[in-house]
T-cell receptor, first 111, second 111 residues
Framework: GQNIDQPTEMTATEGAIVQINCTYQ??????LFWYQQHAGEAPTFLSY????GLEEKGRFSSFLSRSKGYSYLLLKELQMKDSASYLC????????????FGAGTRLTVKP | DVKVTQSSRYLVKRTGEKVFLECVQD?????MFWYRQDPGLGLRLIYF???????EKGDIPEGYSVSREKKERFSLILESASTNQTSMYLC??????????FGQGTRLTVV
C-alpha cells in the first residue's frame, strides 16, 4: 500500500518562499505528482518527478529523493492567488499504476 | 485539448436510489480512476481500471461498483445511495507515463 503524508496547513506572506513537504511509502514507485486545487474546483497539474532531483517551472519547483521517499514543492515570490490546497500524489507500478493522493496542504498567503 | 468529462456537475438523489456517475475521456488513456473528496480526508480512491472490462478496488469500494465496457468511458454506480455518500466525486485518467487529468467533479448530495 501507500502512505502519503503532507502537512495539513501552512501560512506564508506574499512575496516570500514556501516549501511544502511530502513523504511517501510505496512498493513500486513510478512517479510523483503535485497538483494545485482552489476551493470548489478540480485539481490542476503542477509538476511531475520520476527521477531524483529538482524540476523547475517558473515560480514553482519540485524536488524528489526516491531513496528517502521524500518530495517537496517550492513556491517562490508568493502571490495571493497561490492560496489553495496542494496535493502530492504517487503512482505505483505494482498496483497497475494506481494513483494515491495525500490529504493535501492548505496554503494561505497573507498580505 | 485534453478532455475528461463528467456527466453532471451537481446531483441530488434520494436515499436508496441507484445512481450512475459517468466519465468520458478523449485521450485514449488506459487508466481511469474514481475518487471521492471530503473535507479533512482528501482524495480517497474508490475504484480504478487499467483496461477495458478490468477493475480494481481502491481504498473505499464499499457501496460502489464500476463499469468499463469501452476504453473511453468509466462509470461509477451507487447501488443504493446513502447520506454518507454525499461528497465530491472526481474522475481521473492517466496514461502509463503521463500525469493525471481530472474531470470537473460531480457534487452529489443524497437526501
Amino acid at each position: 500500500g501507500q502512505n502519503i503524508d503532507q502537512p495539513t496547513e501552512m501560512t506564508a506572506t506574499e512575496g516570500a518562499i514556501v516549501q511544502i513537504n511530502c513523504t511517501y511509502q510505496t512498493s513500486g514507485f513510478n512517479g510523483l505528482f503535485w497538483y494545485q486545487q482552489h476551493a470548489g474546483e478540480a485539481p490542476t497539474f503542477l509538476s511531475y518527478n520520476v527521477l531524483d532531483g529538482l524540476e523547475e517551472k517558473g515560480r514553482f519547483s519540485s524536488f524528489l529523493s526516491r531513496s528517502k521517499g521524500y518530495s517537496y514543492l517550492l513556491l517562490k515570490e508568493l502571490q495571493m492567488k497561490d492560496s489553495a490546497s496542494y496535493l502530492c500524489a504517487v503512482r505505483d507500478r505494482r498496483g497497475n499504476n494506481d494513483m494515491r493522493f495525500g490529504a493535501g496542504t492548505r496554503l494561505t498567503v497573507k498580505p | 485539448d485534453v478532455k475528461v468529462t463528467q456527466s453532471s456537475r451537481y446531483l441530488v438523489k434520494r436515499t436508496g436510489e441507484k445512481v450512475f456517475l459517468e466519465c468520458v475521456q478523449d485521450m485514449d488513456h488506459e487508466n481511469m480512476f474514481w475518487y471521492r473528496q471530503d473535507p479533512g480526508l482528501g482524495l480517497r480512491l474508490i475504484y480504478f481500471s487499467y483496461d477495458v472490462k478490468m477493475k480494481e478496488k481502491g481504498d473505499i469500494p464499499e457501496g460502489y461498483s464500476v463499469s468499463r465496457e469501452k476504453k473511453e468511458r468509466f462509470s461509477l454506480i451507487l447501488e443504493s445511495a446513502s447520506t454518507n455518500q454525499t461528497s465530491m466525486y472526481l474522475c481521473v485518467t492517466s496514461g502509463s507515463d503521463t500525469e493525471a487529468f481530472f474531470g470537473q467533479g460531480t457534487r452529489l448530495t443524497v437526501v
